[in-house]
């Protein structure tokens, strides 16, 4: 499906959990579009970058399409991109997830995996998050409020 600059457009590089995704976004009254062409991407509002699976054969499906160097000059021009599940991963500038591989770079840090004998990985459950500071993304989400993760590994940023 082609994008159009008035889209919300959540980045199809064959990974992602692309209908929850759009379904979302269209319940929250948004006009979700799909793209795996990297010029929609280059001419969009929003991006969205879902993911599911691993870091190294996302990252190669990103730059056998030329989707990573869309998304580069997409942030670069100043275009909001979410990042949900792997696609969060991605934007960081390594992970260590079966080996190491390079990221998108476009947030300092690495993604790690959980690692201590009381830690079960991977981590399935409800957690409570309370945000460092404030954020627009979290309008209306009161501290201590409880999120599901199924996860085994975190993101690690440089500096917040």
């Known amino acids: 499906m082609a994008a159009t600059a008035s889209d919300t457009v959540i980045i ?3 990974m992602g959990n692309l ?6 976004v269209a319940a929250a009254g948004g006009s979700p579009s799909l793209s795996a062409d990297p010029d929609g991407v280059r001419r969009a509002r929003r991006l969205i970058l879902p993911g599911v699976g691993a870091f190294g ?10 989707l990573d160097a869309a998304v580069r000059e997409a942030v670069d021009r100043g275009t909001p991109l979410l990042g949900l599940c792997l696609g969060l991963e991605l934007l960081f500038g390594e992970s260590e997830e079966f080996g190491r591989h390079a990221g998108l770079d476009l947030i300092p840090g690495q993604v790690r995996r959980f690692e201590g004998a009381d830690l079960e990985v991977p981590h399935v459950g409800w957690n409570q ?15 201590g409020e409880y999120f599901y993760f199924v996860h085994s590994y975190y993101v690690a940023p440089q500096s917040e």
């Open 129 to 143: 998050v309370d945000p460092a500071r404030e954020d627009p993304l979290l309008g209306g989400i009161a501290p």
């Open 57 to 66: 054969d996302a990252m190669e499906n990103l730059r056998r399409t030329g």
């Open 12 to 14: 199809d590089y064959g």
């Open 19 to 24: 209908r929850s995704v759009e379904k979302a």
